[in-house]
């Protein structure tokens, strides 16, 4: 029996073990964000380009997000390093940890309350998670956290329906006004927090959009209706649907000259009019724009001599009207899509077929915005499957957008799986999202630069809708050094103050340590007096300036040394061979070898005597070459034979004495060629036999080659060589065995050849026959298929008499009597 504690401890154990992921998992599922990362930048060497203008703890760490600041200021009499380097290399350099500016990005969440549908009592919506976000964030570094959405149960939709009442629209009014219920009600199994509101519009009353006839502008329809105006709220957003239905009716069609309509100041007063319209602070916004006509923009109230531009805000009397129709241009496109954007509004354009690519290509000029195009039937009569399809699209599409601009140094971009779990992608757009659905972005917060101002708060939210996410962003632009200020310091001779280790002279002194009077000219005068020109560093990269002047840096080896006015020169920077300075026969000096007696060459490589190329035959270079640096360079002579070899004597390609040597080897070895006897006895060389023949070393040759013919007499092939030493005294070795070819076997060839002939003759017998067998099968078939098509009839022998004949007596009445 074990003792309670050691039954306990191990359950314990596989409790947390199993609960704890579990529980992390579901939190994780149903939408929980995590604070997210930083990212750093790619490595590189960006803190050296720190420019000696921008010499400071904020100009370093601006470079980069890897770069910091040795505040140190003993560690600027080291001369050679830059107070502006990674950490590490810092470190490495003897600045202390505790003096070392490097401030950290981070992130962390503010508010991140869970997701609700708002369905209790005073309870308000929750779709974005998370709520609240705050990140400091160094140039050139990078934050990434998730954002996610959740498509909520019975989520408020205002529906505010804008609708065109010139005369061409008559029907549609009267359609609209019978489909009111209808509309609510497809509306409300949508969400049960629904309402519904009612405008219209018509054009400016000024010519030329209307008759300037007195008579026309009261009555402007033949048949009788109301005066023409810009637009007119008629009803605010409510959820009684009967009352929507009663304004509708009585609402009057008017009339215009040209076909454009001013429907653009009407969305831009129900936009902008929060309090008249009756928008909800937390619901889906939607216009509804119907129209069977184009429209109105910017620029088209000059025709009307109204040069004023709209300013984008709610001009409503008391009735309603909009009152400066007469007075303000029509809103741009820009504006028009600024104000969509900011006030979070939906846009249905429900237009006739002869205007839907008019309106698509306005839906395309808007983007990041909400708002669809759909075709509507002459007489409307489609209206609610139309705003019930084009609602669906919009709520199940959802772009996240934000107020980051190129101004702040910001840039925000999206990635998202959307809710097909598809690889990751950069976008802001997930399409498909049904109620109860949670998608997931990837946001990444990059800042690009500093600008004056450090702190932004941004919004990042689903378009059309008021839900954000508030992002509050301190761009780490200063050092906090840089507020530790010691004035008239001692450190900088007192003509200056030491911030961050360093000193900002005062005017009339530059330096290090302010030690220079400036004598009128700037720093930036001095320092160019250390640059040999324009495109060269600071004493060559390898100095200090000080008063104009170059302090080179000391090198770690006391034998190397950097000099010259701008430490241009060296005495270890120079060619080397053979891993020698100056191949160890002359001197370093600034960059260029100085050679030694004897020697010459960029690294002193070369001995001037020619020594090492004299050949055994004492010519330099065996007379086919030039002694260049110690070595034969070899030469091709004119017939075309190139010498090689450390001396330029072997010439593979040279013509060679095999031929004139061949008769007098095969005279006096085996008694054969075209030599006689007396010939041959006057032959220059006596052949050496022997079973092979000797392998020469090309170093102790001078001249050699092997040589090999076919003696006629026998057609078998010979060898010989013949070498000659450097005094050219000739020597010929012969193999005493010749390579003779075996003997042809003539009986087996003839045996082969009979069998053959047997053989081939045997072939076309049988070819033959098998032919033969072929076309006699072929004859009989064809007839036995004409025997089978055979048909017999029976005739008679055209040749064959009867033996009785037969003949009428033509005058014969005995029958005719009877009768």
Not at 38 to 52: A, D, K, V, W
Not at 208 to 233: I, L, M, N, S, W
Not at 589 to 610: D, K, L, M, N
Not at 799 to 804: D, G, N, P, V
Request: proline share 5%; glycine share 8%; net charge negative.
């Amino acid at each position: 029996m074990l003792p309670n504690g050691t039954i306990i401890l191990p359950l314990l154990l596989f409790t947390i073990s199993v609960f704890i992921p579990f529980a992390a998992a579901q939190w994780k599922q149903e939408g929980a964000a995590d604070d997210g990362e930083i990212l750093m930048s790619e490595p590189g060497f960006p803190c050296h380009s720190l420019s000696q203008e921008n010499y400071t703890c904020s100009g370093c760490i601006q470079l980069h997000d890897s770069c910091a600041w040795c505040m140190d200021f003993s560690f600027n009499n080291l001369a050679q390093y830059s107070r502006c380097d990674s950490s590490q290399i810092l470190l490495e350099h003897g600045c202390a940890p505790d003096q070392i500016v490097n401030p950290q990005s981070s992130l962390r969440n503010l508010l991140n309350e869970p997701f609700t549908d708002g369905t209790e009592e005073g309870e308000h919506t929750v779709q974005l998670r998370p709520q609240e976000v705050e990140i400091r964030i160094r140039p050139k570094s990078k934050a990434r956290f998730n954002v996610r959405f959740r498509q909520p149960h019975d989520y408020p939709v205002d529906l505010y329906y804008l609708m065109d009442l010139s005369y061409s629209m008559k029907d549609d009014k009267e359609k609209l006004s019978q489909l009111g219920d209808l509309l609510a009600e497809r509306m409300r199994s949508i969400t049960k927090n629904f309402r519904l509101g009612f405008g219209s519009f018509i054009d400016k009353k000024v010519m030329p959009f209307v008759d300037p006839r007195r008579e026309k502008q009261e009555q402007p329809c033949a048949e009788g209706c109301a005066p023409t105006y810009g637009f007119r709220h008629q009803m605010s957003l409510t959820s009684n649907t009967a009352k929507f239905a009663k304004e509708v009716d009585k609402a009057q069609i008017s009339g215009n000259l040209d076909a454009p309509e001013g429907g653009f100041d009407a969305v831009m007063q129900a936009i902008s009019c929060n309090s008249s319209i009756g928008w909800r602070e937390r619901s889906r916004k939607m216009i509804v724009f119907s129209t069977d006509a184009g429209f109105h923009f910017a620029g088209d109230g000059r025709l009307a001599g109204i040069t004023t531009p709209n300013d984008g805000q709610c001009h409503l009397d008391s009735d309603g009207y909009y009152t400066k129709s007469t007075e303000q241009d029509y809103p741009s496109i820009a504006l028009l899509h600024q104000k969509i954007k900011e006030k979070k509004v939906n846009v249905i354009f429900a237009v006739t077929r002869s205007n839907q690519r008019l309106y698509q290509q306005l839906t395309d000029a808007l983007p990041d915005v909400s708002t669809a195009v759909g075709v509507l039937a002459n007489d409307s009569s489609n209206i609610v499957t139309l705003i019930e399809e084009e609602y669906g699209k919009i709520a199940e599409k959802i772009i996240m957008v934000d107020n980051a601009n190129a101004s702040m140094g910001l840039r925000l971009s999206y990635r998202s799986t959307c809710v097909d779990g598809r690889t990751l992608q950069d976008t802001n757009t997930c399409d498909g999202v049904k109620v109860g659905d949670t998608v997931a972005f990837e946001v990444t917060l990059e800042a690009l630069h500093c600008v004056p101002q450090r702190d932004f708060v941004l919004h990042i939210g689903p378009s059309g809708l008021e839900e954000v996410l508030t992002l509050y962003v301190h761009v780490i632009c200063d050092c906090d050094c840089e507020d530790e200020i010691v004035y008239n310091a001692p450190e900088c001779n007192g003509h200056g103050n030491l911030v961050c280790g360093i000193c900002q002279c005062a005017e009339g002194y530059v330096g290090t340590h302010c030690e220079c009077e400036s004598g009128g000219e700037s720093a930036v005068a001095l320092e160019a007096k250390c640059k040999k020109d324009n495109d060269s560093l600071v004493c060559s990269g390898r100095g200090i300036c000080k008063c104009g002047v170059c302090e080179c840096f000391p090198r770690a080896n006391a034998d190397e040394l950097v000099s010259g006015q701008f430490c241009e020169c060296d005495n270890f920077n120079c060619p080397r061979h053979d891993r020698l300075l100056c191949g160890g026969h002359g001197d370093c000096v600034c960059g260029t070898c100085q050679c030694e007696p004897g020697y010459t060459g960029p690294a002193c490589e070369c001995p001037i005597s020619q020594e090492t190329c004299i050949a055994p035959n004492g010519k330099v270079c065996g007379g086919h070459g030039e002694c260049i640096c110690g070595k034969c360079h070899c030469f091709t002579d004119e017939d075309g034979a190139r010498y090689s070899g450390p001396y330029c004597d072997i010439c593979p390609t040279c013509p060679t004495k095999c031929v004139e040597y061949k008769p007098c080897v095969m005279c006096q070895q085996w008694g054969t060629g075209p030599y006689n006897e007396t010939r041959c006895s006057e032959c220059p060389f006596t052949v050496i036999p022997v079973d092979e023949l000797p392998v020469l070393n090309i170093s102790e040759s001078d001249s050699w080659n092997e040589c090999q013919f076919v003696d006629p007499a026998d057609d078998c092939t010979f060898y010989f060589l013949y070498y000659y030493d450097g005094l050219d005294n000739l020597t010929v070795w012969v193999r005493e065995h010749k390579d003779c070819p075996a003997p042809l076997p003539v009986l087996v060839i003839v045996l082969i050849v009979i069998a053959g002939i047997v053989l081939l003759g045997l072939l076309l017998l049988l070819l033959w026959k098998l032919m033969t067998i072929i076309y006699d099968r072929r004859e009989y078939a064809r007839f036995e298929k004409e025997r089978l098509q055979a048909r017999w009839e029976a005739n008679e022998n055209p040749l064959y008499k009867q033996a009785t004949t037969t003949f009428k007596n033509p005058v014969y009445a005995g029958d005719a009597k009877n009768k």
